[in-house]
Structure formats: C-alpha cells, structure tokens
C-alpha cells in the first residue's frame, strides 16, 4: 500500500454519510476498490498483488478512454533498423505507471482494510487507479506530453512508436525510437543512457535498466550472425515452459495429463467447427479462453506453426465444447515437444536474399489447396520476418487460380501497409517489394494479362495487383510449392513437410524463378 497511498486524498472530519448526501464534495460519485491477486506473464508467471478501482461499476466517462500500443510489427521493424545501424537496445519499466497521472474523473472512496489505522476515512481518488475507465488514456497523455519535452514525436504509422532526429559520432544522421507499451519502454539509440536518464528524472523507474533479455513475455538476446553481423532474436521459449507447466499442474491436480498425440498441433481430419461433443461448464469455459489467450500470444512472438489450428479454435470461444479442449491440450503438447520453431539452418541461394545492404521486403503467399479457405501471406524484410497471416477467404473458390489471387491481393495490401510504416520510420525503401507465388498461371497473368476473370470479386483482386505492379510497389515471381514459406503457417501434411525442406541443413538450395 505505500507506493499506491499518494493516489488518495483523505477527508479529515468527513463522514461516509455525508459524502453520500452530496452536500459535500457535490459531482463526486462512489466508487469501491479491491485488492486482486494475480500472475504476471513474464515468463516466471511471477505472483503479484494489486489495489484496483470498481471502474466496472461506473459510467463511462466523457473523455477518451482508449489506451493504444505498439504492434509487434513496428517492434519487429525497429530492432532490425537497430541491427542494420549498429545501435543500441535498451528497456525499462516504468514504476506504478497509472499513479503519475492526475485523475480526471470525480470519485470517492472509503479505505479498506489495506490502509491499516485509516481503515473507514473517506478518500478522494487524485491519481489514477488501475480498473478506472479512463486511467490508460490518462497515463498515455502524461508520458506523451513527456515525450514531447525531451524532443520525441509521434510517427503517424503507429502513435506509440517515438522518433527523434539525432547524429551519431560519426555525424552520420538517425533516428532515435521509443516504443511504448503501457509502461514498458524498448528505446533504441546509439547511446541509451542518455534519454534513459532523462525518463528516470521524471518517473521512478525498477532496477532493470538495460539491455533486455525479455520484452512483451518474450526472451531477448542479442546474436553474431554468419558475416558477422549482431541482431536481436526474440523468442517465447520460457513463456512457453511456464505456461505448459501451469496446465500441466491444473491437469495432475484433475488426476490426467498432457498425453503424447503425434507430431501434429492436432490431427488434420479435426474440424472444430463439427464437433458435437458437450459444451464446457462456466468454470472450464473462462479456462479454455485463458488457454487461448495463451496460444494467441504464443503466435506473436513467433509460432506460426500453430496459427491455423488456434484460429479455428478461437472462433469458439463463445461456446466452447470438450472437443475443443481437448485440442488446446493436444496443441500445448506439441509444443512441448517442439519449444524450438527453428530446428535447423535455412539454405537459400542468393537469388532469393540479395547480398546488397540496401533494404528490401519481399512476401510468400498461397492459400490452403485443400479448401481454398485460408491465404497465407508471410512479410520479410533482410532476413526477418515481420507479418505472418493466416486467415479465412470470404469466398469459396471453384479453382485455385482465383484463391491465389484473392491472397495475393491481401498480401499486396499488407505490403503497402509495411511500406508506409517504414517510411514513417524514416527508413529508406529500395525498388519494389518481391512476391513469390507457386501458381505458375497467376504470375503470368499479373505480369503479362492473358486470361478473363469472370467474377467481379477476383477481378477487384486483379486489377487492385496490377495496379500496385504498375506503381513499382511490387514484382511478381513464381516460387516451387515445396519450399513456400507461406505453407508454414497452415495445417497438414504440406506443411510439415515444407518445416523439414526449409529448416534441414542439408537441404537443397532454393530456387526462384521471376
């Protein structure tokens, strides 16, 4: 309770039931706090307790209460502007965030008895609390007016990336970023030190100041390359041990346990949206959402080998029944077994990674050739992945040409959103993005016009990629079906297939066509 006491001030002679008769303090509405308990997911699932506002209890408040953060996309593209720079990565936790910011809205409360001999004196809420409606956009607005007083502005891609012009010794000239998520700062510069101690004057920052070796519940550590070159890897291997190691727990304590199912996320003939089996009671409902709050997370730091199975799992989380529990632990289990989403070395030949420094993106795309409902699309900047997609065609197509199509202009407009971010960045962009498809005909045709397309949807698709090659913002080229990235993010036989291909060290090289 000491560091969260400055956020109430007492009313010293004043009663509760003069407070409820309006008479005093007259706008100021109740509002009760409680003590919760709960798990922090930094990967040690480490226990904290916290005093939280009833803000479910209240009506919205007139001013925004919106609260936005980074994306993993824009996390993704600055450590490997960090990388290509040679500058310098360091986080920080802001301390009790929501406490530097004034409350805006009019609420009373009475103490409990966390606040020991003030237990039952009436308290003016002054700071915000976490559970108040309108305390997130309060502490954005407080550290963005921060921002702004040591020289940051925000980039239009994404609000909670930060950039600043500077130079380096060299007199070479960059850009400084800050990315915000809540309270956890990632700041990227050639030396740190300096706007972290600038932060550090104005707020309390914890101890760990610093290179991280842990972001957003992923692991960070900084890697030599081949060429030796350093980049950041980012991975969720121990949010991963602590989140298997929870459910392995809840099932001895049920008195079964996570059974070995094979080598795949779950079987390929599953289809959850045909399972008949009974719905899960309130309790193993709120359990089986937890799980896939799990497993969607799991996906953003990097397992996209599990994206398909988790998407069509997630599409039940209203009503989910047995089944469908049954293939969350059938998922957890792979994992477990395969913690590691990269088992070897990948082999490309350089007509695929072009050796000039120079940035470039290049995309894979492909939608599932067994029902044609799922496009794949996989975003790559200089040997990093930036956006795997794995979603559902609104359209059932009678022939592949028009699915591939349809995923193709989805890529393209994926593409286009990463081009405009990165030169929001303030990163250069060099000729136009490579998109490699296996389906010879739709590369003939987007590059060289040669069949009609009858349905006016795929037509939109077709003239919407034409469009983007006619501006220079991509090239189309053809890719051997085996060795798609995009497969790695559907389900099936293919796709494990197309794991071994890519990540095996003695596999052959990659050949591309243009």
Same mark, same amino acid.
């Given at each position: 309770m000491s560091n969260v006491r400055i956020a109430f001030d007492k009313l010293e002679g004043i009663t509760e039931e003069e407070m409820r008769s309006g008479k005093i303090k007259p706008g100021f509405k109740f509002c009760d706090t409680h003590m919760i308990f709960d798990i922090k997911m930094d990967g040690k699932f480490t226990r904290k307790a916290r005093l939280v506002a009833d803000g479910h209890k209240t009506n919205a408040?007139?001013?925004?209460?919106?609260?936005?953060?980074v994306s993993r996309d824009s996390v993704r593209i600055c450590l490997m502007a960090a990388s290509l720079n040679g500058l310098n990565v360091f986080a920080c936790d802001i301390g009790n965030a929501y406490l530097n910011?004034?409350?805006?809205?009019?609420?009373?409360?009475?103490?409990?008895?966390?606040?020991?001999?003030?237990?039952?004196?009436?308290?003016?809420?002054?700071?915000e609390l976490y559970g108040l409606k309108s305390s997130g956009a309060a502490w954005r607005a407080k550290l963005a007016e921060t921002m702004s007083e040591i020289g940051y502005f925000p980039s239009q891609a994404d609000p909670d990336v930060w950039l600043k012009a500077a130079n380096k010794k060299d007199g070479t000239p960059y850009y400084k970023y800050m990315l915000v998520y809540v309270d956890d700062i990632l700041h990227i510069a050639e030396d740190p030190k300096e706007d972290m101690a600038l932060i550090n004057s104005i707020y309390r920052l914890k101890e760990s100041v610093g290179p991280p070796d842990r972001y957003l519940g992923g692991s960070m550590e900084r890697v030599q390359l081949q060429d030796g070159s350093v980049a950041w890897s980012m991975n969720c291997v121990e949010y991963l041990q602590g989140a298997i190691s929870n459910v392995d727990n809840y099932l001895n304590e049920c008195g079964?346990?996570?059974k070995n199912y094979g080598k795949r996320p779950y079987p390929s003939s599953y289809c959850p949206e045909m399972d008949v089996t009974l719905e899960l009671d309130a309790e193993s409902m709120n359990r089986y959402q937890q799980y896939i709050g799990?497993?969607?997370?799991?996906?953003?730091l990097g397992r996209i080998n599990v994206n398909t199975e988790v998407s069509c799992l997630s599409q039940n989380l209203a009503s989910p %029944? @047995?089944?469908?529990?049954?293939?969350?632990?059938?998922?957890?289990r792979y994992l477990q077994k395969n913690l590691s989403s990269n088992p070897g070395r990948m082999v490309f030949n350089g007509a695929y990674l072009e050796t000039d420094p120079k940035l470039f993106a290049n995309s894979v795309t492909d939608p599932d050739e067994w029902n044609d409902f799922y496009p794949e699309a996989a975003e790559k900047l200089p040997a990093k992945k930036v956006v795997p997609l794995g979603k559902r065609q609104n359209t059932v197509e009678s022939l592949s040409f028009g699915s591939e199509y349809i995923a193709l202009r989805i890529c393209t407009e994926m593409i286009e959103a990463l081009r405009y971010k990165l030169r929001c960045f303030g990163i250069p962009i060099d000729g136009p993005a490579e998109v490699y498809c296996d389906n010879q005909s739709v590369v003939?045709?987007?590059s060289i016009p040669s069949s009609v397309l009858n349905k006016r949807h795929n037509?939109?698709?077709?003239?919407?990629? %034409? @469009?983007?090659?006619?501006?220079g913002t991509i090239k189309v080229g053809w890719i051997m079906g085996e060795y798609n990235l995009a497969e790695t993010t559907m389900a099936g036989d293919l796709k494990h297939r197309l794991v071994h291909n890519i990540f095996n060290n003695d596999a052959e090289p990659l050949e591309v066509k243009t």
């Open positions: 408040p007139a001013s925004i209460t919106y609260l936005s953060v910011a004034n409350c805006r809205e009019k609420f009373w409360t009475i103490a409990g008895p966390e606040f020991g001999s003030e237990k039952g004196s009436v308290m003016i809420i002054a700071r079964s346990a996570l799990v497993l969607r997370w799991t996906i953003e %029944r @047995e089944g469908h529990m049954h293939a969350v632990y059938k998922i957890f003939t045709n987007s037509a939109i698709c077709y003239h919407r990629v %034409r @469009e983007a090659q006619a501006a």
